[in-house]
């Protein structure tokens, strides 16, 4: 029971402002748009975890949120040719690092008590999961984000662990005509967060049959933010999180 009260998740331990008031619109930067894009991306690998834990009913031994984190590299790596898939990854990296800030300054020790990992601890779990996923590919990558050295010796087994157990929970949702999936929200075409996720959930439902839909939607949420809600199975990216993600980017 516990798992359905927790089932709204969001990407954050700590909400950001909210400042949305219309579509966000990609920057004209070549480099700060594709970042966004990126994290966005990688959020929603992050949120589609959720759902499938809500609606395959996946046991979670350990936290949910590590699980949708794991979820999200594996979705990286299974998805993407390399180049794209380590630009997703350092993106999402980068966005760790940046949240992490000032590691010499404590944090507020309420960020100790979240569902979330600590965000440096999200950073150095990405690297080492997408490193481990093919270590003879990425170990220059993993040296320059500076994943330790015994980290990188552990890392394909932590792959490989990670693996096995979402193949195991996976197995038998092949998509057939009797299975659902992922559906964009109605009326959000020509909206660039909505269409960018479109082209994902195109992707995923070559991927996966769900035994229920799960609706993708594009909104204002007076935060920045993106969750998965289990009542009404929906994923929400919120367009304050992408606004987010650009004064992230402009924060460097
Ligand atoms: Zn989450």
Redesign the pocket.
Known sequence: MLRFIMAM???FGMIGPAAADEVFQFPQDPDEAEFIANEVIATFY??IG?GLIDVLQIPVLGK??DA?DTLSVILMHDIWKEDSAAAILVSDALTYALRAGDLSIAPDPSVYADE?SLDIQRYFAVVCLFYGANPDMRRQLAVDLGLPDDKLESCPDAYLNARWSWDAMLAGTEPTQDTFGLVMAEGQEGMPLADLLAEEVASINQQFGLPEEITVTVADCGEANA?YTSDDKTITMCNEYAQDLQHLWQSQ
Do not use: K, L, R, S
Request: net charge negative.
């Open positions: 998740c969001c990407v992050h949120e959720h949910e949120e949708a979330h969750f």
